[in-house]
């Protein structure tokens, strides 16, 4: 039996990709590496240092920097960042989320925040959510990121519960394959293309009830 849901952040229960991508747009452009969408879906769900790496690898930059002046341009990224996150209201909340958080607490899932961002806490508390994620995976303490299993086990472990007994909910490929691996039930939003071994593929935040996924796992 379901019991609790672990939810990613960005790109889930809000529209942060976009200003991760946005973010890192701006550092490519600085050190040359050209920009397209499947580099930008390759970054979701990848920790900060791991996605400058892939920037850096996708035109044969990665030796080119120190890690002092990796360091710097990932600090550079986290401003950029940060400029569109602390102008974040409830309004960026992505449709149907916050209807879904309050069936799901109402009905007594229990819930608990897998997202390998270090500025989750404060885009939580933006939007008005920190409330329902009592919660969280501390990203700062894992070994491995996303697709490793390691964050969603987490998720499961700090409510308590098995993984069989929860549902993972996730944007980005990384994300489902970490899910998948945790062995608990993969829920993909977004392209169904690019996450087609989540379990159950919505292609939007809207589609995200109770009643959708009882009927996809029927
Ligand atoms: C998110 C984003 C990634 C970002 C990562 C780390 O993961 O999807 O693009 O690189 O967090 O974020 P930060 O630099 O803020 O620590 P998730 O797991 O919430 O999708
Ligand atoms: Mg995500």
């Given at each position: 039996?379901?019991?609790?849901f672990?939810?990613?952040?960005?790109?889930?229960?809000?529209?942060?990709?976009?200003?991760?991508?946005?973010a890192?747009?701006?550092?490519?452009?600085?050190?040359?590496v050209?920009w397209?969408?499947?580099?930008a879906?390759a970054?979701?769900g990848?920790?900060?240092?791991?996605?400058?790496?892939?920037?850096?690898?996708?035109?044969?930059?990665?030796?080119?920097?120190?890690?002092a002046?990796?360091?710097?341009?990932a600090?550079?990224?986290?401003?950029?960042?940060?400029?569109?996150?602390?102008?974040?209201?409830?309004a960026?909340?992505?449709?149907?989320?916050?209807?879904?958080?309050?069936?799901?607490?109402?009905?007594?899932y229990?819930?608990?925040?897998?997202s390998?961002?270090?500025?989750?806490p404060?885009?939580?508390k933006?939007?008005g959510?920190?409330?329902?994620?009592?919660?969280?995976?501390?990203?700062?303490?894992?070994?491995?990121?996303?697709?490793?299993?390691?964050?969603?086990?987490?998720?499961?472990?700090?409510?308590?519960?098995q993984?069989?007994?929860?549902i993972?909910v996730?944007?980005?490929?990384?994300?489902?394959q970490s899910?998948?691996?945790?062995?608990?039930?993969?829920?993909?939003?977004?392209?169904p293309?690019?996450?087609?071994?989540?379990?159950?593929?919505?292609?939007?935040?809207?589609?995200?009830?109770?009643?959708?996924?009882q009927?996809?796992?029927?």
């Amino acid at each position: 039996d379901i019991k609790g849901f672990v939810f990613d952040l960005d790109g889930v229960i809000t529209d942060t990709s976009v200003f991760h991508s946005q973010a890192w747009h701006q550092v490519a452009d600085k050190v040359g590496v050209t920009w397209d969408d499947e580099l930008a879906d390759a970054l979701k769900g990848i920790s900060r240092m791991d996605s400058l790496n892939l920037i850096l690898k996708k035109d044969h930059k990665e030796n080119d920097f120190s890690e002092a002046e990796k360091e710097a341009l990932a600090t550079e990224k986290n401003d950029n960042y940060l400029k569109l996150v602390n102008q974040m209201t409830p309004a960026n909340i992505l449709p149907g989320i916050q209807d879904f958080l309050a069936t799901v607490k109402a009905k007594g899932y229990l819930l608990s925040l897998a997202s390998a961002s270090k500025n989750s806490p404060l885009v939580l508390k933006k939007l008005g959510l920190s409330d329902y994620f009592p919660k969280a995976v501390d990203p700062a303490t894992l070994t491995h990121g996303k697709p490793d299993p390691e964050i969603f086990r987490r998720g499961a472990e700090i409510l308590d519960l098995q993984p069989g007994e929860c549902i993972g909910v996730e944007d980005a490929a990384a994300g489902v394959q970490s899910i998948n691996a945790a062995g608990e039930t993969s829920i993909g939003i977004g392209d169904p293309q690019i996450l087609s071994a989540a379990a159950i593929n919505f292609t939007d935040t809207t589609q995200l009830t109770l009643a959708n996924i009882q009927q996809r796992l029927a």
